[in-house]
């Protein structure tokens, strides 16, 4: 058995392919994103794609299972809502081969827009949903799940964390065993979810819990570890790491399966210790049930439900240690911002000289919010953008929305835009639309979508033309443009938000970041024509600094040569040379 050190995400994938999985789908969405691209070394034996959003990845899974083969589907916490409508469901429906969803969740909001606790979807759809703690327990607790969907005919969601997604861990690797196809049987009653079957079937998730419950003692994911009796411990997840480097000699129950819990599994350890905590990230999932059957505990009366748990968190809440840590060093604050040569930044550059706002969306794009672009109003979710400006322009008018656009990259167009677009359309809205498209699913690590040609695996496919499909809605007034020609961007954002009707604009500039996109010029600056006036530096470039004599310096290391700020200073005082 070789071992190897793997990323938690890296772990899941390989547990998938050890377990016989043959169809996976997903959104890229952090952290879940390295999952996906970890199964293309798998590609022999795992399909595996990127879908438009998560609720049609749940779908594909969902066929593949019942057609009677193990199947996956990969999504961040926020993508599970999306995937909400077909998840409710095949709770009811079941399994025929295997399914798992795997679910990451983001504490402490690091590239999320809201703090989410995927254990209370799964309650909420009775699901159930297992947790692991390490990178060994993620490839284990993968192939556990696939074990569980097809005994007890459910769907699984598997739970990961940013920290556990992100970590490595040695990683005992086995075979991949590949359990036979379940034949297909074709079954209306399973199958199809009118009323009258869903009532039946909901009888079958009830008992389904049940079982779980009780066989939860002897799921090897359920283990006791009983130490010193004067402190009890409930935890999961990455938080088991933290107790058990704080409190090494505490009683421990450490619950791999969070939904359903087992409940006399809880109520005979509880029996034996003196006093109870339950560690828990997030929200009291698990404490509020224990407090329900009656059992004293602590938990969120001292830990906070917001944001990432941690050794020394643990330490000043359960042990009151006063921790003698090292105060950091006094620095500027440094929020992201977006990378030279971005071609957003040309686009809120134009936006913010003409005073328009933008509903955003979610994406690279979003930064468009902060100093000094100040462009960005407001961000909600994917594909909200569209969809509030309509909001806005029924509620206030046509003229209301001339001084607003919303902004959406190709990405999120795709995943839910699309969608927002054509309800403008139907309901003869007014408003314009600006598809940033920058040929990449950026902010995730530049992942490949339906307009860039080329799948998951590599292969070359069909790119949709963003362009047509606009078209193709009825929407007669849609321009191409370069985001780096500011001259005619202007122009158009001029000409496009003062139509009574729907526009869509279009800027085609590829991610700077983007394989193979090279910049073949450096943009330097000219000191004798430098007028000191400062617009070069409106924009926001970090490659630009000012000098103490007021004109400006440009790092060359990190110049892309866009040449952004050649075309806004008024004075011909910086020009772009071949590197």
Same mark, same amino acid.
């Given at each position: 058995?070789?071992?190897?050190?793997?990323?938690?995400?890296?772990?899941?994938?390989?547990?998938?392919?050890?377990?016989? %999985?043959?169809?996976? &789908?997903?959104?890229?969405?952090?952290?879940?994103?390295?999952?996906?691209?970890?199964?293309?070394?798998?590609?022999?034996?795992?399909?595996?794609?990127?879908?438009?959003?998560?609720?049609?990845?749940?779908?594909?899974?969902?066929?593949?299972?019942?057609?009677?083969?193990? &199947?996956?589907?990969?999504?961040?916490?926020?993508?599970?809502?999306?995937?909400?409508?077909?998840?409710?469901?095949?709770?009811?429906?079941?399994?025929?081969?295997?399914?798992?969803?795997?679910?990451?969740?983001?504490?402490?909001?690091?590239?999320?827009?809201?703090?989410?606790?995927?254990? &209370? %979807?799964?309650?909420?759809?009775?699901?159930?949903?297992?947790?692991?703690?390490?990178?060994?327990?993620?490839?284990? +607790?993968?192939?556990?799940?696939?074990?569980?969907?097809?005994?007890?005919?459910?769907?699984?969601?598997?739970?990961?964390?940013?920290?556990?997604?992100?970590?490595?861990?040695?990683?005992?690797?086995?075979?991949?065993?590949?359990?036979?196809?379940?034949?297909?049987?074709?079954? $209306?009653?399973?199958?199809?979810?009118?009323?009258?079957?869903?009532?039946?079937?909901?009888?079958?998730?009830?008992?389904?819990?049940?079982?779980?419950?009780?066989?939860?003692?002897?799921?090897?994911?359920?283990?006791?570890?009983?130490?010193?009796?004067?402190?009890?411990?409930?935890?999961?997840? $990455?938080?088991?790491?933290?107790?058990?480097?704080?409190?090494?000699?505490? &009683?421990?129950?450490?619950?791999?399966?969070?939904?359903?819990?087992?409940?006399?599994?809880?109520?005979?350890?509880?029996?034996?210790?003196?006093?109870?905590?339950?560690?828990?990230?997030?929200?009291?999932?698990?404490?509020?049930?224990?407090?329900?059957?009656?059992?004293?505990?602590?938990?969120?009366?001292?830990?906070? %439900?917001?944001?990432?748990?941690?050794?020394?968190?643990?330490?000043?809440?359960?042990?009151?240690?006063?921790?003698?840590?090292?105060?950091?060093?006094?620095?500027?604050?440094?929020?992201?911002?977006? /990378?030279?040569?971005?071609?957003?930044?040309?686009?809120?550059?134009?936006?913010?000289?003409?005073?328009?706002?933008?509903?955003?969306?979610?994406?690279?794009?979003?930064?468009?919010?902060?100093?000094?672009?100040?462009?960005?109003?407001? !961000?909600? /979710?994917?594909?909200?953008?569209?969809?509030?400006?309509?909001?806005?322009?029924?509620?206030?008018?046509?003229?209301?929305?001339?001084?607003?656009?919303?902004?959406?990259?190709?990405?999120?167009?795709?995943? !839910?835009?699309?969608?927002?677009?054509?309800?403008?359309?139907?309901?003869?809205? !007014?408003?314009?639309?600006?598809?940033?498209?920058?040929?990449?699913?950026?902010?995730?690590?530049?992942?490949?979508?339906?307009?860039?040609?080329? @799948?998951?695996?590599?292969?070359?496919?069909?790119?949709?033309?963003?362009?047509?499909?606009?078209?193709?809605?009825?929407?007669?007034?849609?321009?191409?443009?370069?985001? +780096?020609?500011?001259?005619?961007?202007?122009?158009?954002?001029?000409?496009? @938000?003062?139509?009574?009707?729907?526009?869509?604009?279009?800027?085609?500039?590829?991610?700077?970041?983007?394989?193979?996109?090279? +910049?073949?010029?450096?943009?330097?600056?000219?000191?004798?024509? /430098?007028?000191?006036?400062?617009?070069?530096?409106?924009?926001?470039?970090?490659?630009?600094?000012?000098?103490?004599?007021?004109?400006?310096?440009?790092?060359?290391?990190?110049?892309?040569?866009?040449?952004?700020?050649?075309?806004?200073?008024?004075?011909?005082?910086?020009?772009?040379?071949?590197?």
């Amino acid at each position: 058995m070789e071992k190897k050190i793997m990323l938690g995400n890296e772990a899941i994938a390989r547990g998938a392919w050890e377990a016989g %999985v043959k169809v996976s &789908s997903a959104y890229p969405g952090t952290p879940s994103t390295e999952i996906s691209e970890s199964l293309v070394q798998y590609k022999a034996d795992i399909y595996a794609e990127w879908a438009p959003n998560e609720k049609v990845a749940t779908e594909v899974a969902s066929g593949a299972s019942i057609s009677g083969v193990r &199947s996956m589907c990969c999504m961040k916490h926020v993508g599970v809502n999306v995937a909400a409508d077909p998840l409710y469901t095949m709770s009811y429906i079941g399994v025929n081969g295997g399914m798992v969803l795997v679910a990451a969740d983001d504490p402490g909001l690091y590239s999320s827009q809201n703090e989410q606790d995927s254990r &209370s %979807v799964g309650r909420a759809a009775h699901v159930p949903v297992i947790e692991p703690s390490d990178s060994q327990e993620a490839k284990d +607790f993968m192939k556990y799940a696939f074990e569980l969907s097809e005994k007890y005919d459910t769907p699984v969601i598997l739970r990961t964390t940013t920290r556990l997604s992100h970590s490595q861990g040695l990683v005992t690797l086995e075979d991949r065993v590949v359990p036979e196809d379940k034949p297909y049987e074709r079954n $209306i009653k399973k199958h199809v979810m009118m009323p009258a079957m869903a009532k039946q079937r909901h009888l079958h998730v009830e008992q389904r819990e049940l079982d779980m419950s009780a066989d939860g003692a002897s799921m090897p994911i359920n283990r006791v570890e009983m130490n010193d009796k004067k402190i009890g411990v409930i935890t999961c997840g $990455i938080e088991y790491q933290y107790v058990k480097e704080v409190l090494p000699n505490a &009683s421990v129950l450490k619950l791999g399966l969070v939904n359903p819990l087992p409940k006399q599994m809880i109520l005979d350890f509880a029996a034996q210790v003196e006093e109870l905590y339950v560690i828990e990230e997030l929200d009291p999932v698990i404490e509020e049930q224990v407090r329900s059957w009656g059992i004293a505990c602590h938990g969120k009366d001292l830990l906070t %439900v917001q944001g990432e748990y941690s050794a020394n968190l643990l330490r000043k809440a359960i042990l009151h240690e006063e921790l003698d840590l090292e105060t950091p060093a006094d620095v500027p604050a440094r929020p992201p911002i977006l /990378c030279p040569g971005c071609p957003h930044r040309s686009v809120y550059s134009v936006l913010k000289k003409l005073n328009i706002h933008a509903a955003g969306d979610i994406g690279c794009y979003t930064l468009g919010a902060v100093a000094p672009l100040n462009v960005v109003d407001t !961000t909600i /979710c994917m594909g909200a953008s569209i969809s509030s400006l309509h909001g806005m322009e029924k509620a206030k008018g046509k003229e209301y929305v001339k001084n607003w656009v919303a902004v959406i990259g190709d990405s999120t167009f795709l995943h !839910t835009g699309v969608n927002s677009l054509m309800n403008m359309v139907y309901n003869q809205a !007014t408003g314009t639309v600006m598809i940033l498209d920058n040929s990449t699913t950026g902010m995730t690590g530049h992942q490949d979508h339906a307009a860039t040609g080329k @799948t998951l695996q590599g292969d070359p496919t069909y790119a949709i033309d963003i362009y047509n499909l606009v078209k193709a809605m009825g929407i007669e007034h849609v321009v191409e443009v370069n985001a +780096f020609d500011i001259k005619k961007l202007e122009e158009v954002v001029k000409e496009e @938000t003062a139509r009574d009707e729907i526009s869509v604009i279009i800027t085609k500039s590829p991610c700077v970041l983007l394989k193979g996109n090279v +910049f073949p010029n450096k943009c330097v600056p000219i000191p004798e024509k /430098c007028k000191k006036c400062g617009m070069c530096l409106r924009p926001g470039c970090p490659a630009l600094t000012k000098k103490e004599d007021g004109t400006i310096a440009i790092d060359e290391t990190m110049c892309n040569g866009c040449g952004l700020c050649k075309n806004v200073c008024p004075f011909g005082a910086i020009e772009t040379v071949e590197k």
